[in-house]
């Protein structure tokens, strides 16, 4: 019987192990490298659902009580967009940062990262504004640990917004497959759900 007992918590030990081991190489995986990001760059060709996926992520972030705030770039003009982010949440007069301390102390007390999503950098004015005026978002984003910031851009666009020399093509990108993996029928039935 001690000879059995022996073997069980041996092989429960061995489990064990096998558990931890999956779960060290399943964080070594480069999706989890991307929890850490502080900035990350979703990309994918048009009607793929981007802006959906983005919307989702948002609304489901909002029903469980996380701070989330969800911008369109074809809502900006070519001046600052941080000026604009505050004109457009009726924070006239504040600084940036006075807001991203807000947003950030949003996600501290919620325990999360606080998102700030902007979709579709390539639209409207995108190029303009995006090409001068993410590097200093995205740096002024990363002086705030609970503020994590999603932007979206078509594929084509990518070069544009972001140059081959710019010290941006190091930011975290996730390539969106979306609606193109099964066709119309997954868009069909997506946009038949919302």
Same mark, same amino acid.
């Given at each position: 019987?001690?000879?059995?007992?022996?073997?069980?918590?041996?092989?429960?030990? !061995?489990? %064990?192990?096998? @558990?931890? @081991?999956?779960?060290?190489?399943?964080?070594?995986?480069? +999706?989890?490298?991307?929890?850490?990001?502080? &900035?990350?760059?979703?990309?994918?060709?048009?009607?793929?659902?981007?802006?959906?996926?983005?919307?989702?992520?948002?609304?489901?972030?909002?029903?469980?009580?996380?701070? &989330?705030?969800?911008?369109? @770039?074809?809502?900006? @003009? =070519?001046? /600052?967009?941080? =000026?604009?982010?505050?004109?457009?949440? /009726?924070?006239?007069?504040?600084?940036?940062?006075?807001?991203?301390?807000?947003?950030? &102390?949003?996600?501290?007390?919620?325990?999360?990262?606080?998102?700030?999503?902007?979709?579709?950098?390539?639209?409207?004015?995108?190029?303009?504004?995006?090409?001068?005026?993410?590097?200093?978002?995205?740096?002024?984003?990363?002086?705030?640990?609970?503020?994590?910031?999603?932007?979206?851009?078509?594929?084509?666009?990518?070069?544009?917004? +972001?140059?081959?020399?710019?010290?941006?093509? &190091?930011?975290?990108?996730?390539?969106? !497959?979306? %609606?193109?993996?099964?066709?119309?029928?997954?868009?069909? /039935?997506?946009?038949? %759900?919302?």
């Amino acid at each position: 019987d001690e000879l059995s007992s022996f073997y069980s918590v041996l092989n429960d030990l !061995h489990r %064990f192990l096998s @558990t931890i @081991t999956n779960v060290e190489y399943e964080l070594e995986e480069d +999706i989890w490298q991307l929890c850490n990001e502080r &900035a990350v760059l979703l990309y994918g060709e048009p009607g793929i659902g981007k802006s959906h996926l983005l919307a989702d992520i948002a609304n489901d972030y909002l029903k469980q009580g996380c701070p &989330a705030i969800l911008l369109l @770039t074809s809502m900006f @003009t =070519t001046q /600052d967009p941080r =000026t604009q982010i505050l004109e457009k949440l /009726d924070l006239r007069g504040k600084s940036f940062s006075t807001f991203l301390g807000a947003l950030d &102390a949003a996600g501290q007390k919620a325990g999360v990262r606080a998102l700030l999503i902007i979709d579709a950098i390539n639209e409207r004015n995108g190029i303009e504004i995006w090409r001068e005026h993410l590097a200093p978002l995205i740096a002024e984003v990363k002086d705030f640990p609970y503020v994590g910031l999603l932007i979206s851009c078509r594929s084509t666009y990518l070069n544009a917004v +972001i140059p081959p020399a710019s010290p941006l093509k &190091a930011i975290a990108k996730i390539e969106h !497959h979306g %609606f193109a993996v099964s066709g119309g029928r997954a868009a069909k /039935d997506y946009l038949a %759900f919302r």
